[in-house]
């Protein structure tokens, strides 16, 4: 409720559920009449005994509040910080097919790590769940397009995985590596 008052205007405001819920406004006109009106939920209604309890409800209330003249609005407190985007069940599987393969062994060794952190999207859903209703809930339906930093004794690259999981089985439809400067990437799904 918001209780406006001066010398010459007093306003009156509740918000409910679905909006303003009721109102109210008196004041003096410059001959000095005094006029005032009630509202519900946007209707003129008459000023009547429940009304004219409600209005003094309100003003009593707002007598007892105490007021800061001028004190500026408090300030909100900082947004959380979001914890940081992991690899998850999809990185780790991505990091489980290529950690055999030759060609990635060849250019960075082994043994092959994940950066903690990642890039990129995940979506999980089960049944009569929308797409990313129960985002990281395990054993269920997935999608993934992550960017991953794959670290090795030779050096460093990213891991690009494009994948879902169905049925709890990860497939890939893009699984690559993109070495550092002056290096070829790889396309680790074909051969």
Known sequence: MEVLTDEHVTRITEYGWGGLDRSYQAFKDPDGHFHEGYWERGQAKPMDAAARHWVEAALRAARQAPTIPNAPPPIPPPRPTPPPFGPGEAGQEALQRVRNDA????????????????????????PGDPPGFALFASGREAKADLTLTLHGPKGTALLLAKGERRRGTWSFSRLAIEPGPGGHPLDLLSR
């Open 103 to 126: 060609r990635v062994i060849a250019m960075l060794s082994t043994p092959l790590t994940l950066d903690p952190k990642a890039k990129g999207s995940l979506q999980t859903w089960g």
